[in-house]
């Protein structure tokens, strides 16, 4: 997960487990962190050795923002069949249309209440660590 807010973090990471979500949940902070870990895993200590299975990213990051991070994700051929999720308050037409055009394989607006956002994360983790067939991982 990329998410510069504790408090989404916090709340994204209740609902996580909330549902049993079988992954570990790792968070960058930022753009810069994320690109860090992505591009280099397996050789920084302490980050794990593996890829995630989904990407969870945000938008409005602070330094390197969350199109950067994807454009260099889909660009990337080691990291580019990831799926990167947008997760973001931004509802604008044009920041779907840029994220899609980017190569994201799905874009969720953040609820304000926590009901609503543990719904989406529910059928987030339903859809596409339970249902769909992801590559293999590394």
Not at 92 to 119: F, M, Q, V
Request: proline share 7%; with cysteine.
């Amino acid at each position: 997960m990329v998410e510069d807010s504790a408090e989404d973090f916090t709340a994204l990471g209740r609902a996580f487990r909330k549902h049993a979500l079988p992954n570990p949940v790792l968070r960058c902070e930022d753009g810069d962190q994320a690109l860090t870990y992505l591009q280099g895993y397996g050789k920084a200590a302490g980050w794990p050795a593996t890829l995630p299975a989904i990407v969870l990213l945000d938008l409005n990051l602070p330094g390197t923002d969350g199109r950067t991070v994807l454009g260099a994700l889909k660009q990337d051929p080691l990291l580019h069949s990831i799926p990167v999720i947008v997760f973001s308050t931004s509802s604008s037409t044009r920041d779907i249309e840029d994220c899609y055009r980017l190569g994201a394989n799905s874009y969720l607006t953040k609820p304000i209440e926590y009901s609503a956002l543990e719904e989406k994360i529910r059928l987030t983790i339903m859809y596409w660590l339970g249902t769909s067939e992801l590559p293999p991982l590394n």
